[in-house]
């Protein structure tokens, strides 16, 4: 339902176990290289625990797709097999035409004769136990008398459990000792820190097509971990509940609130605070009656941020990218000239409050707060004029447009020269700056521009010598715009205008390297217009 909102190609959080959205941490992809290496050297008996919903059975499939063709499969996922029957179900997964009424003994007589004939192929045979812990302890015992299969040298027949950690207390006994001296590797899949789930979540997503600033923080990551325990099966529960949360209230601000709903909404929510629990499938349910109609308007809310990511770099810093939620309403003033009413949100209360603008203005507008900026440290570091001029991304929250709410006075509307540069530099500033709302008044509402950096005001020298003299791309098709915030100012830079999503894209995979560095992504010309005029 969500996929489309958020640019999937498909759920990236289902808990049926799907091999193309493996994700190697916390540890898996090691225990994965350890099965393969364990089974190229004919390790006997393997065990692998974890608990429910820890990944087991995704870990299995893996292990059968990395296996080389010379590898035989078989694979028993119902444990509930008895001592009598499952050399016969073995019997029969590989394929032999074996008796009804034949003994133990001929059957066992038959498997060593195929294993015999696969060995003398040089290839190998490997018997998978899903759901260990709860195959009888005498039926473990004949698994075991096969893996005395052997010639001088090899093993004929490797046994793989995986099992919950009661498979660990079933082994413990005195009776099943015989099986536990013969497991020569053992391995456990530990739940996923918060910082593993922050990774798994964005994998995942990026995995699927989401393309744009990263959705999941840490700090949500956090309180995922909380709820799930670090469980694999449970994160992937709550993670698509959440982005359904999302998706109803048709924000693309994942936060807190939407754990605590998808959380109260799950089997293994009782551990959630109270009060949230009617607001997801409420939501939902509202949005089942009216979300169509909303869905199929797409171009009145929906916010295009679809972009490069750090999953073609994986070392790179998270993007605190906060997208513009801003909202024009029109009113009709006593006054004669026209009027408009900017309506922003406080993003730490939440609440809308309005400021008026005069739509007919001629000046660049900013919207500015009474609080002035906080001094900044960090600026763009320039390198002398015979080398490339590179611009450090900044990485504090960008693209911001907020008021302080118990300011309830009009804001200045204007543009204040820049003191720190020549004349000529202001100039051409102001006239860029003019020339892009010219360019933004008159662009088509349906089309995407690609952002392609964000700088302070603090660094305006640099960025306009680096437009100037150093930029890769076509000026004439660079938008510059002011952004106040309530503790500083900053520059944010458009590239060109796009009809459709698809040619946005493609424009974005042939930026030069240089201004990729800066994490460049597609924002939509109606939410510019909504926010920047």
């Known amino acids: 339902m969500y996929e489309q909102y958020f640019g999937l190609e498909r759920p990236p959080f289902k808990i049926t176990p799907d091999t193309s959205l493996f994700y190697d941490g916390g540890k898996r992809g090691d225990i994965l290289g350890a099965l393969v290496y364990a089974v190229d050297r004919g390790e006997g008996i393997v065990k692998v625990v974890g608990e429910v919903g820890s990944g087991k059975t995704m870990l299995c499939r893996m292990l059968q797709l990395k296996l080389p063709s010379s590898v035989e499969i078989i694979y028993i996922a119902n444990p509930s097999v008895s001592a009598q029957d499952i050399l016969f179900v073995i019997a029969h997964e590989l394929g032999l035409s074996v008796n009804k009424e034949a003994s133990k003994h001929e059957v066992m007589h038959q498997l060593q004769d195929y294993l015999l004939q696969r060995h003398m192929e040089d290839k190998q045979v490997v018997l998978f136990v899903?759901?260990?812990?709860?195959?009888?302890?005498?039926?473990?015992?004949?698994?075991?008398?096969?893996?005395?299969?052997?010639?001088?040298?090899?093993?004929?027949?490797?046994?793989?459990?995986?099992?919950?950690?009661?498979?660990?207390?079933n082994l413990a006994q005195k009776s099943i000792r015989q099986l536990r001296e013969r497991i020569t590797h053992n391995f456990e899949l530990s739940p996923l820190t918060p910082d593993e789930i922050h990774l798994y979540l964005n994998f995942r997503m990026r995995e699927v097509g989401y393309t744009g600033p990263e959705l999941i923080d840490l700090g949500l990551a956090?309180?995922?971990?909380?709820?799930?325990?670090?469980?694999?099966?449970?994160?992937?529960?709550?993670?698509?509940?959440?982005?359904?949360?999302?998706f109803a209230e048709g924000t693309h601000n994942l936060s807190p609130k939407h754990v605590v709903a998808a959380v109260n909404d799950s089997s293994?929510?009782?551990?959630?605070?109270?009060?949230?629990?009617?607001?997801?499938?409420i939501t939902a349910s509202m949005l089942l009656i009216a979300g169509f109609s909303l869905f199929y308007s797409q171009h009145y809310w929906l916010p295009v941020i679809i972009g490069q990511s750090g999953i073609d770099n994986p070392g790179s810093k998270d993007q605190n990218i906060v997208r513009i939620e801003a909202e024009i309403t029109e009113n009709k003033p006593q006054s004669v000239e026209p009027q408009s009413e900017i309506m922003v949100r406080n993003v730490e209360t939440g609440e809308d409050v309005s400021i008026p603008e005069k739509t007919e203005q001629p000046i660049i507008e900013s919207i500015t707060s009474n609080s002035k900026p906080e001094s900044e440290s960090v600026t763009p570091e320039v390198q002398d004029s015979d080398s490339k001029t590179e611009l450090s991304a900044v990485t504090e929250p960008a693209a911001i447009i907020q008021t302080d709410v118990a300011d309830k006075e009009q804001k200045t509307l204007s543009v204040v020269p820049s003191t720190d540069l020549t004349g000529d530099d202001n100039q051409w500033l102001n006239g860029r700056l003019l020339d892009s709302r010219n360019w933004l008044v008159g662009a088509d509402r349906d089309s995407v521009s690609i952002q392609v950096m964000v700088r302070r005001k603090s660094a305006t020298k640099d960025l306009v010598s680096y437009l100037r003299n150093e930029w890769p791309m076509d000026l004439d098709r660079t938008y510059l715009f002011e952004v106040k915030t309530k503790n500083q100012s900053m520059y944010r830079v458009f590239y060109s205008e796009f009809s459709s999503l698809a040619n946005g894209q493609s424009e974005l995979k042939r930026l030069p390297e240089s201004v990729k560095v800066n994490q460049p992504y597609l924002q939509s010309v109606y939410r510019m217009q909504e926010a920047l005029l």
């Open 130 to 169: 899903e759901e260990a812990q709860g195959m009888p302890l005498d039926t473990l015992e004949e698994i075991r008398l096969l893996s005395n299969l052997e010639t001088d040298q090899n093993k004929l027949l490797q046994i793989i459990l995986f099992g919950q950690p009661e498979l660990d207390e």
């Open 222 to 246: 956090r309180k995922i971990e909380v709820y799930s325990n670090g469980l694999l099966r449970r994160i992937n529960i709550i993670a698509d509940k959440i982005l359904l949360s999302a």
């Open 268 to 281: 293994f929510g009782s551990s959630a605070p109270k009060g949230a629990r009617p607001s997801l499938w």
